[in-house]
């Protein structure tokens, strides 16, 4: 078992930066593929950002690349998201969530196996 928590989200202007946390306890941190989540009021959970065990290689989704950054400290068992330049757009709950599984599709959250509650993040305009 793996518990998540979220932390971070707030109310920023567009252009604004804000620094997702997610605290984890339980499985060995390490052993998790950990990936953010976002879903906007009527639409689906888009994926948004995520790292590798051991916080090498990252991806992210088109709409926030070169502005959004994730990281993960093994030691602190938290993984982060630096989120720069903020737009309108981005509003949403914002969701950590960590795969066991080597056969993890970092884009599906269906190959998940651990959620956190979620934090809001609102731009505005």
């Known amino acids: 078992q793996v518990q998540l928590v979220e932390s971070g989200g707030g109310l920023v202007q567009a252009g604004g930066s804000l620094r997702l946390s997610c605290a984890a306890s339980g499985r060995p941190f390490s052993r998790n593929f950990m990936g953010w989540f976002r879903q906007a009021p009527g639409k689906e959970r888009e994926f948004v950002a995520a790292v590798t065990w051991t916080g090498v290689t990252t991806y992210y989704s088109d709409s926030v690349k070169g502005r959004f950054t994730v990281s993960r400290d093994n030691a602190k068992n938290t993984v982060y998201l630096q989120m720069n330049s903020l737009k309108p757009e981005d509003t949403a709950v914002y969701y950590c969530?960590?795969?066991?599984?080597?056969?993890?599709?970092?884009?599906?959250?269906?190959?998940?196996?651990?959620w956190g509650q979620g934090t809001q993040v609102t731009v505005s305009s």
């Open positions: 969530a960590a795969a066991s599984s080597v056969n993890v599709r970092m884009g599906n959250p269906d190959t998940y196996d651990y």
